[in-house]
């Protein structure tokens, strides 16, 4: 941030009276500046054995497979969204079940949030952020190609649940918590 | 937003190519600006069969009792940034455990986290942005001067759960998901 987005002067970086941080300031309105993370929130879609991928079709990481996500925006709850994204990327309606996971990726300024979801119909299609969607058992799982380590995760700590037996009754199941570290990062290099 | 942060010019409404929702857009570098929900991390502190609540010295609700939250910051995770607010306004160190609730509140463009937390001694203090810190049992909870509806329901849920055993197994419970409505809203107008 370099200007003030209320007013348009230069901002500089001070830390508040009573504030133990550094905040972008504006020199002229005095206006404090405040920078938090973004959630991204998807489902895990659910069709009897199988989840439902995208692989994408857009930059970071084109090509690679992940489940359907995305940044959560104004006037929508977390459930909504991830609701929104599964029909915006993977063009499939799905009933929005508990939360699953929750990963801090830190080094990217997000929170990730996955919700089971279930499908009632083997319908989807393809978004306009995806080349492909489909179903895959979990031996089918290109676990190679996954975009995001917060998918792989998620997709692993589903499977080993349902093995089991966690996901026949869900109020056995605790949300899971995960920090990405540095030495999980992907590396977000365009795919060329 | 009126003006761009990233060059200063004036920005204009507009949905841009291939999105659904309007944008502030820069008029002159083309910079989408994302305006996304913001999370409050916070803990509920337990002592022995006590939690601790904090009275509210700032507005908004000042002279209100909440639990111990706050905005997550850049660079921490929801846990950390949740024993980050709760050693500030409460001066407890205490040991993060379970995600408990997660709750979104629209009107306010905000998610609120709720951690469960064990205090391993009753220390605490009165950190600046509170007036009174203090380990309340359940029949001393006062339930007409909480600060937020998302404090109510997260506190009646974990004496709910306490009462049903869920506490001593963690593993049973579910994050509880709520979404505050309209009806919920609290008077945001500053007490005098």
């Known amino acids: 941030m370099n200007f003030c987005p209320k007013c348009g002067s230069p901002v500089s970086l ?22 938090n993370p973004r959630n991204v929130v998807g489902t895990i879609p659910v069709w009897e054995d199988k989840v439902l991928l995208c692989k994408r079709a857009i930059q970071p990481r084109l090509g690679f497979w992940t489940l359907p996500a995305g940044f959560l925006e104004i006037n929508e709850s977390t459930q909504a969204g ?35 979801a279930k499908m009632h119909e083997p319908i989807f299609s393809v978004g306009v952020e995806s080349l492909e969607v489909r179903l895959f058992s979990e031996s089918e799982v290109p676990w190679d190609e996954i975009a995001f380590t ?16 966690l996901l026949v009754n869900t109020h056995l199941l605790a949300t899971h918590l995960h920090d990405i570290g540095d030495e999980e990062r992907v590396d977000r290099t365009y795919k060329s």
């Open 150 to 165: 917060t998918v792989t995760k998620t997709l692993d700590w589903f499977f080993s649940d349902r093995a089991n037996g």
């Open 14 to 35: 001070q830390i508040p009276d009573g504030d133990t941080r550094s905040r972008h300031i504006c020199n002229s309105c005095q206006t404090i500046h405040y920078e």
């Open 82 to 116: 991830a609701e929104r994204e599964t029909l915006e990327e993977a063009g499939a309606v799905v009933e929005v079940g508990p939360l699953f996971s929750l990963l801090n990726v830190i080094h990217a300024e997000q929170v990730h949030l996955f919700y089971l």
